[in-house]
């Protein structure tokens, strides 16, 4: 199971410029209509700029017009010694952009986890807090 979003996320990752941590992402969401949508992690000498490959990937499924109830999946992969998990700043995105039970694959090749919005960040603030 998944092994279609795991190595696109691991073909993604071959995209990652990482010249500073030389730490590679890459993230793949997969659509219900079959489409994968990537990104890697891009980063910048001024080191706020960076981009995180799981934002890469979602923003770009959203900027070929899919939304959350279209997506089936997400994979996100690193080179790391152990499984990486999203960032504070990609909680916060992922949160509002995927449904918060959604199954979010995490490996970096020796060990797989499948978790979720849900035990990423529970408590999550979100749009209705602001009505
Ligand atoms: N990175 C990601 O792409 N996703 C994460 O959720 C964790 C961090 C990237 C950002 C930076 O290029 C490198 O990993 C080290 O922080």
């Known amino acids: 199971m998944y092994e279609d979003v795991i190595s696109k996320a691991f073909e993604a990752m071959k995209n990652a410029y990482a010249p500073y941590s030389k730490y590679h992402v890459g993230a793949c969401v997969k659509s219900k209509d079959g489409k994968y949508f990537l990104g890697a992690n891009i980063e910048n000498s001024s080191f706020g700029a960076t981009s995180c490959a799981e934002r890469n990937a979602i923003f770009n499924c959203y900027s070929h017009g899919y939304r959350k109830d279209d997506i089936e999946a997400i994979a996100i992969v ?4 152990r ?3 999203p960032c504070g700043i990609c909680r916060q995105v992922l949160a509002e952009l995927i449904p918060m ?3 979010i694959v995490l490996s970096n090749g020796v ?3 499948v978790t979720n919005m849900n035990e990423l960040l529970p408590m999550a603030f979100n749009s209705e807090d602001l009505v």
């Open 78 to 81: 690193s080179d790391g010694k």
């Open 83 to 85: 499984i990486g998990t």
């Open 101 to 103: 039970d959604l199954p």
């Open 111 to 113: 060990e797989t986890l």
